[in-house]
Structure formats: C-alpha cells, structure tokens
C-alpha cells in the first residue's frame, strides 16, 4: 500500500481483520505494508474489504499457501499487530523462516533487481 497513515482507515482494516479471520504484521507509516494469513478464503474476504478502503496504491503482491499447523505464526491472535518500522517487520518474518521471500516480493533482494 502506497501509505497507512488514515487512523479511520487503520481501525477499518484492523476490523477487517478480525472479521475475516486472519492475522498478521502491519507496517503504518510510508511505505504501508501488511504481512498476514489466514485460510485461503479467509484472505479473499479480507483483500476484498481492504480494496474497498480504496487506498491509493494497493497492491497484492504474493500469495503462498501453508500447512494449516504453520497458521498462526505471524501473531498470536486473530487480527493485525502493528510494529513500529520495516527492520522490525523484517526481523519477524526471519524469525519464522520468511525473511528471504520477503525481500523477493518486496524487491528489497538486490538479485530481484537485475
């Protein structure tokens, strides 16, 4: 997202979340990002809602399925948990084993750039 910075709109999102099912990082600030998961419609629904908060530049970049035993990693409840900047993001997608894809969808790794 191109930024979330709309306290109106964050609360939205974070609503969507929990009605949807799903859970996962958030990023506020310039460059928004979320890091989320949730069963395959559970994502549906909340891609849905979120484009529907009509965000200038929302952009679904990946999509990877999981174990169902793998669901919860990202938080350990249903809904977004805000952290404060992209190094913290990144730290916890290392921790669970997504810091390399990450960067990829992110175009962060400079082989994703030649």
Do not use: C
Not at 38 to 56: D, H, M, P, T, V
Request: charged fraction near 25%; hydrophobic fraction near 40%.
């Amino acid at each position: 997202m191109h930024h979330i910075s709309n306290p109106a709109k964050f609360r939205r999102l974070k609503r969507h979340a929990i009605h949807a099912n799903v859970s996962g990082l958030v990023k506020t600030g310039k460059p928004g990002v979320l890091v989320f998961e949730g069963s395959k419609e559970s994502i549906s629904i909340f891609l849905e809602n979120a484009r529907g908060l009509r965000y200038l530049q929302f952009q679904h970049v990946d999509t990877q399925p999981v174990e169902n035993h793998a669901q919860g990693r990202l938080a350990s409840k249903v809904g977004l948990r805000e952290v404060t900047d992209m190094r913290s993001l990144v730290g916890a997608l290392d921790a669970i084993g997504l810091k390399a894809w990450f960067r990829k969808q992110m175009a962060m790794d400079k082989s994703s750039q030649a």
